[in-house]
């Protein structure tokens, strides 16, 4: 069962219609899907291995076709090479980060 979504921290910036919130990543998993929040940050496993930068590319464009926004709209802030990331979607509400909790995508 997913936590519910008022434990991810998410900022909403309405000037620039942008929304900025943590991801916890986990490669090589067996499919790509999100999976709950843990500690603040939304949980996501990727098939993509933590190599050369494939699971990065594999996160934004995860997001992307998710939210329906084109794979630029989608940025990695910081950590880039933890698992711990700070991402920035362009074009996109708090309502449709938490909704895709409630989704179970």
Same mark, same amino acid.
């Given at each position: 069962? *997913?936590?519910?979504? /008022?434990?991810?921290? %998410?900022?909403?910036?309405?000037?620039?219609?942008?929304?900025?919130?943590?991801?916890?990543?986990?490669?090589?998993? &067996?499919?790509?899907? #999100? &999976?709950?929040?843990?500690? @603040?940050?939304?949980? %996501?496993?990727?098939?993509?291995?933590?190599?050369?930068?494939?699971?990065?590319?594999? *996160?934004?464009?995860?997001?992307?076709?998710? *939210?329906?926004?084109?794979? &630029?709209?989608?940025? %990695?802030? &910081? @950590? @880039?090479?933890?698992?711990?990331?700070?991402? #920035? #979607?362009?074009?996109?509400?708090?309502?449709? #980060?938490? /909704?895709?909790?409630?989704?179970?995508?």
């Amino acid at each position: 069962m *997913l936590n519910p979504p /008022s434990h991810l921290e %998410i900022a909403q910036n309405l000037a620039t219609s942008t929304v900025t919130f943590t991801v916890r990543v986990q490669p090589r998993a &067996s499919r790509d899907q #999100i &999976s709950g929040v843990v500690e @603040g940050a939304l949980k %996501i496993r990727l098939r993509a291995p933590a190599l050369e930068n494939r699971a990065n590319e594999a *996160l934004c464009e995860f997001l992307a076709n998710l *939210l329906k926004r084109p794979k &630029s709209a989608v940025r %990695i802030l &910081s @950590g @880039g090479r933890s698992r711990t990331k700070r991402v #920035i #979607i362009d074009g996109v509400s708090r309502q449709q #980060i938490e /909704s895709l909790l409630l989704s179970d995508a």
